[in-house]
């Protein structure tokens, strides 16, 4: 079932992506829609599943969004799936702040890693500005600690609908 969430999740925000790509093409620079799944599953789950919705994500995106280098979005989705998922298994980062913090390093961390690996297969990108990087951090841990909320609570939502277990 948690298979099915992911892909549901996964499917969602790009869909997502593309649209805020042809309705705001300049919006994309400051928001990566596809990050969303992958910081819920480290933030809620283990270090493998968030690896794993982070590798599938990143190259569903590097399919529909990037023409230069296939792989490099699923590297860098499973190398912060990795890293959230650790520092998210060793602190309590289910409180507002926390996400909020988590999104708006990974959305930093994503945009270091996406120019130092750019630069290592010879691809030049453009300069990014300290506006923009604050604008990314700020829009990624917005993003994160607002999904993360609403996944909290349709998650509670769903846990208290169930009834309880009989025990045997």
Known sequence: ???????????????????????????????????????????????????TVGCVSGLLQDYWMEP???????????VLGWALGGVGSRFDLNNTWGRFAAGASVGLLDEALQVGLHRLFGDALATVSP???????????LLTAVVLAIVSKVGTARSAARP???KV
């Not at 300049?26 to 829609?33: E, F, I, M, P, Q």
């Not at 230069?68 to 499973?78: M, V």
């Open 1 to 51: 079932m948690i298979v099915l969430w992911a892909l549901l999740g996964i499917l969602v925000t790009l869909a997502l992506e593309l649209a805020l790509g042809k309705i705001a093409p300049g919006a994309t620079r400051y928001v990566d829609l596809m990050m969303l799944p992958m910081a819920t599953y480290a933030l809620r789950t283990s270090q493998r599943s968030s690896m």
């Open 131 to 141: 506006a923009t990087l604050a604008g990314r951090a700020l829009a990624s841990g």
């Open 164 to 166: 309880a277990r009989r």
């Open 68 to 78: 230069r280098l296939f792989g490099i979005n699923g590297l860098i989705k499973t």
